[in-house]
């Protein structure tokens, strides 16, 4: 069954090698460090992966741009241009222009602060291709307050003008890291509201997942929820999961309701713990064969692809 994947970070860890030379460059077709290498990728039936654009908040502030731009560079270079296989989908429909083998490549910025508050940077992001960003990643930026803030405000005006923007250039607004306060408000102003990567707060309670109203809401807009395979995001203090576990967040989500809102965000290449039987890319059809046992076929081909497709900017009504 084909799979879309909402969230990884290799271009973080591509940046990474690249600038510690000593490791040595990545290969991004067959690097066995890569969870979402070119070959996992094929093995696992990914038709569409999502490639983070993430600056760690501890870079300069007069660095952060030159590190998103090395980021972009680098998905061109080594993702896209020596993987042939491998498309930039710049527009939502073009993932329907597919054609038998091919992946499609969707670039995303997970955090305001690789643009500052400089909005040409951010219409920059656009023209990229980026096509879903996150106002923040933990941290609080000057767009609003992330998981990890104790203050826990909301969005700042420029974050208001930036879901403003993503909503006229159709590009989801991410909530994934966002504050509390944060989420409230994007949901009153976010035409495509997603969560790339997050889980269910009930059943693990990490400041990364959603309470039950959070996820309610986001139902009742249409909005996506993506679960994340990080074992401390599923099971309470814990680095050990198992895939059934992650089933029972996906059970969970369709009991409020989120049967036809479900997806995956796999965090792959981000994490540093893994499911059992569920260590990359490459063995997606592993959660595929068993979320079939709990579930039906039209139910589980959602989940994987089918959620996503009917939910993109250009198809939402």
């Given at each position: ?8 970070d ?9 600038r ?26 990914v038709f ?5 654009i ?52 969707v ?21 990229e ?14 767009c ?11 969005l700042?005006?420029l ?8 909503n ?36 693990c ?7 039950d ?10 909005g ?12 309470q203090?814990?680095e ?16 409020l ?19 059992h ?26 989940f994987?692809?089918?959620?996503f ?9």
């Amino acid at each position: 069954m084909k799979i879309i994947d909402a969230h990884c970070d290799a271009l973080y860890k591509l940046q990474e090698a690249k600038r510690q030379k000593e490791k040595g460059e990545l290969d991004y077709t067959q690097s066995s460090l890569l969870d979402t290498n070119f070959n996992r990728l094929k093995q696992g039936n990914v038709f569409v992966q999502f490639y983070a654009i993430f600056i760690y908040p501890t870079i300069s502030s007069d660095e952060i741009w030159q590190f998103a731009l090395e980021q972009i560079e680098l998905f061109h270079t080594e993702v896209v241009r020596k993987n042939p296989q491998i498309r930039q989908i710049k527009k939502w429909h073009e993932i329907d222009e597919l054609q038998a083998g091919q992946i499609g490549a969707v670039l995303t910025l997970e955090g305001a602060d690789a643009f500052g508050n400089d909005l040409s940077k951010l219409r920059h992001l656009y023209k990229e291709g980026v096509l879903s960003i996150g106002l923040t990643w933990n941290n609080a930026n000057l767009c609003a307050d992330g998981v990890g803030e104790p203050r826990g405000g909301g969005l700042t005006l420029l974050g208001k003008e930036m879901v403003k923007l993503n909503n006229a250039h159709n590009v989801f607004t991410d909530v994934s890291h966002l504050s509390i306060k944060g989420f409230w408000e994007v949901m009153e102003l976010a035409d495509y509201p997603i969560a790339t990567h997050s889980n269910v707060r009930k059943l693990c309670d990490h400041p990364r997942n959603l309470y039950d109203d959070q996820i309610k809401e986001m139902v009742a807009r249409d909005g996506l929820i993506h679960v994340v395979f990080n074992p401390p995001f599923i099971r309470q203090n814990s680095e050990k999961a198992s895939v059934s576990d992650l089933i029972d967040h996906i059970d969970y989500l369709c009991s409020l309701g989120g049967v036809k809102n479900i997806g995956f965000g796999s965090d792959f290449d981000g994490i540093d713990h893994f499911i059992h039987g569920l260590e990359n890319s490459s063995k997606y059809q592993h959660l595929i064969n068993e979320l079939l046992k709990r579930f039906s076929e039209t139910h589980v081909r959602g989940f994987a692809y089918q959620n996503f497709l009917d939910h993109r900017p250009e198809t939402h009504s």
